[in-house]
């Protein structure tokens, strides 16, 4: 078992909420925080359910350092204060390649994502302040932290 550490930061969006009489109430903060004054938020600890798969996107045996470095990353989850959820995510990303992605993505993604090393799939369940389906696309670094401890 390897031990793994994400950073991530992001843009997220939360769909349709559940009618008045299921939906959490608001938790108002001033306007210059958020641009409705309302919060949201889910979070898992080691103790949730979850699983998930990993897609080799090269020839060779993937090591643990091979999902170190860059990543984008999809997620989404629904649910009333306990959720379900699921992400994708690329690993390996070559970070030179970020920055011209961001500008122009039509010519830079096909050469940003045949840089990744491997696909991640994963599903699970978290618990928070959400009433709803939510959505969001990340970009972050993972670090090899080496063994798993317990």
């Known amino acids: 078992m390897y031990e793994f ?18 939906r959490l109430p608001d938790i108002k903060l001033p306007n ?13 600890t080691r103790d949730f359910d979850g699983g998930g798969v990993i897609y080799r996107l090269r020839d060779k045996e993937l090591k643990p350092e091979d999902f170190s470095g860059m990543t984008l990353w999809l997620d989404g989850s629904a649910g009333l204060l306990v959720a379900g959820g699921g992400s994708i995510f690329f690993t390996g990303l ?30 699970g369940d978290s618990e928070g302040l959400i009433d709803g389906p939510s959505f969001g696309l990340m970009i972050g670094h993972i670090s090899y932290d080496g063994g798993y401890t317990e």
């Open 5 to 22: 550490s994400y950073r991530n930061g992001g843009v997220g969006m939360a769909g349709i909420r559940l009618p008045s009489r299921f």
């Open 32 to 44: 210059f925080i958020t641009k409705n004054g309302t919060i949201a938020g889910t979070g898992a």
């Open 94 to 123: 070559d970070q030179r390649l970020l920055v011209p992605w961001l500008f122009n993505p039509g010519i830079f993604g096909n050469l940003l994502f045949a840089s990744a090393t491997a696909l991640v799939i994963l599903g």
